[in-house]
């Protein structure tokens, strides 16, 4: 579970604008040292998340073979790209198999109060019943029962670890009880040691009423309370796989550079070399695109080079020129690729070669 999250948003995006100067004024809490870290030893290998992401699991799941934490219980597994975690894709069906047989809103009581198969929308309102109970409380006397970025802090993790998962401690020092009611409240609920059983209850689990969660549907849970719990309001269920225009779109430009030729001077000019990547999609490489406004080795101008050149590393085009460049003043030389989304980046180079 994330221990501390960014506390405002840092950095605009394309078509953003930031009116307002938190960020980089609103920290509350004494920085880590970085020296003091784990990452800071020279020993630690930095994850390469453009190749895969590392995601916690148990010791039996595995794919590292190291060890992360004292008792050895820990374990890292891999999965390619971005990860995502989404509400009708992948918390949805975690409650249908699990919860709503006790959480359905059909039956007359449903259990403790809580609907966990709510579809209904209101009008305005587009997240589903379901999801604004458990993320966007009706009242201040509601239970609030997530609270995103911050799984270890509220209610519904506790219930689906069966304990408080804050770092509080369950019972508090005797004497000091009435100290504790203040300071220790998180988001307006005070210190209590959980009370009720874990959920899906044991006892349901055990009778074959419902299957319990496994240690990959929590982490589920808890990743997209983490990551703000995601919902995608242009998600189709007859088309589960479609991305749409909402949470799951792809809205990042591929990353592109055009490393030779340099802008302005170059006194040379052999080779023409490119890097890029897609951290989305992914890139749609027969949009790849390179082409120079003036005649290359028997080429005509405009001519897509992107054919000619081969992969040199992995995201690294080169095209080298079989006989140098001419002496020319001014030449253009324009790059792109689109990923898979359809989002283009494109560069236009000027440049001239000789003396
Ligand atoms: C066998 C029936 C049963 C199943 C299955 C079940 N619950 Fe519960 N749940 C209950 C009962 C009964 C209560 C009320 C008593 C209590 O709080 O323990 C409850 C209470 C809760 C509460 C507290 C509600 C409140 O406002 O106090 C949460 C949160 C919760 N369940 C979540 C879940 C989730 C998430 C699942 C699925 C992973 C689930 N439950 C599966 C029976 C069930």
Known sequence: MVLNMAQTWHQSRPGEVRNDCGGCLSHSQKPTDFNLTAA???????????????????????????????????????????????????????????????????????????????????????????????????????????????????YLTWRIFGRRTDGFPEKIAPGTESDHAGHLARGGLPFSPSKGSIMPPVDAVKSGKVAPLTDEDRRMIVRWIDLGCPIDHDFDAKNPDRRGNGWMLDDQRPTLTLTYPQAGANKLLTRIVVGMYDYGTGLDMESFQVTA??????????????????????????????????????????????DRQGNTTRIVRTFSVGP
């Not at 359905?104 to 009581?109: F, I, L, T, V």
């Not at 406004?293 to 079989?322: C, H, W, Y």
Request: hydrophobic share 30%; net charge positive; aromatic share 8%.
């Open 40 to 154: 800071a030893k020279p020993t630690y290998v930095p994850f390469d998340l453009t190749r895969r992401t590392p995601l916690l699991t148990t010791k039996k799941n595995d794919q590292s073979g190291k060890q992360w934490d004292i008792n050895d219980e820990t374990g890292l597994r891999y999965v390619t790209g971005a990860f995502n975690v989404e509400y009708h894709r992948d918390i949805k069906p975690i409650l249908q198999r699990s919860c709503v047989a006790c959480h359905g809103g059909k039956a007359e009581e449903p259990a403790g109060g809580l609907v966990l198969d709510d579809e209904s929308r209101q009008p305005g309102q587009n997240p589903p019943g379901t999801y604004r109970a458990l993320v966007h409380p009706k009242d201040t006397k509601s239970m609030r029962y997530t609270w995103p970025f911050q799984s270890r802090n509220r």
């Open 293 to 338: 406004d003036f005649p290359i080795a028997n080429m005509a101008a405009g001519t897509n080079l992107a054919k000619q050149g081969r992969s040199k590393a992995d995201g690294v085009f080169e095209f080298v020129l079989p006989a140098r460049a001419p002496v020319m003043t001014k030449g253009t030389l324009t790059v792109s690729v689109c």
